[in-house]
């Protein structure tokens, strides 16, 4: 049986892109990449989860990975349309791109909201053809099945790529580029401003609001 594990990476950082991934795999693939150690992203260290990422890459059926800037992040949430629909329209896209000509799939995806059967439906609503797949949508699927952890990996592993990608441009390390950082929050505290063009920030984020009050804030006291 074939199975179409999706996964995220890079939800709810306030720097940098988030990550759709694809990964389909077969019942013989499923064994082979539970005996390499294939597990959620967020059970390995980095060296593992980077070999392990190379052997997923090489050895599924196929792979999708679809990167969401900032930009498009915060230009589709000011148009109405929430983190959990751009996630069901991606994987929405994962799904069309791979589903093609084959008899049965599985598709297993770690479903971001709690409300599991109404993302499900929106999700659905953005799939071209359904006749020939069979949904399993619940939380803590990277967890729960293999497909959906090799998923996981190599969407952690692409976010990665793209942290360090953005590092190299600007010349600066912001961290990890979520809010709980505290390299993030220093970095935003004090290169909000020079950085705002460069289309890293996700400004619809609450953390990007909160630093640049207090950054205009402390402008206001100066006087």
Not at 51 to 60: D, F, H, P, Q, S
Not at 113 to 122: D, F, G, H, M, V
């Amino acid at each position: 049986m074939l199975i179409l594990g999706i996964d995220d990476s890079g939800r709810g950082p306030v720097i940098g892109p988030m990550i759709m991934a694809g990964c389909l795999i077969d019942s013989e693939l499923e064994k082979e990449f539970r005996q390499e150690g294939v597990k959620d992203s967020k059970k390995l260290i980095d060296k593992r989860r980077e070999t392990l990422a190379e052997i997923v890459r090489n050895k599924a059926l196929s792979y999708n990975i679809i990167v969401i800037s900032p930009r498009e992040i915060d230009g589709r949430t000011n148009a109405g349309i929430n983190l959990n629909r751009i996630e069901a329209i991606k994987a929405a896209d994962i799904i069309n791109s791979t589903n093609k000509g084959f008899d049965k799939i599985k598709v297993v995806v770690d479903c971001p909201s709690p409300n599991i059967e109404k993302w499900t439906n929106t999700l659905k609503a953005y799939v071209d053809k359904k006749d020939n797949l069979e949904f399993v949508v619940e939380h803590k699927a990277d967890v729960n099945h293999i497909a959906c952890s090799a998923a996981s990996i190599i969407a952690k592993s692409q976010r990665e790529k793209e942290v360090r990608k953005i590092k190299r441009a600007i010349g600066k390390d912001f961290g990890s580029g979520y809010p709980s950082d505290p390299v993030t929050c220093k970095f935003l505290s004090e290169y909000a401003k020079e950085h705002k063009k460069d289309g890293i920030f996700r400004e619809t984020w609450a953390t990007w609001k909160n630093s640049c009050s207090i950054k205009e804030q402390k402008k206001l006291d100066s006087f």
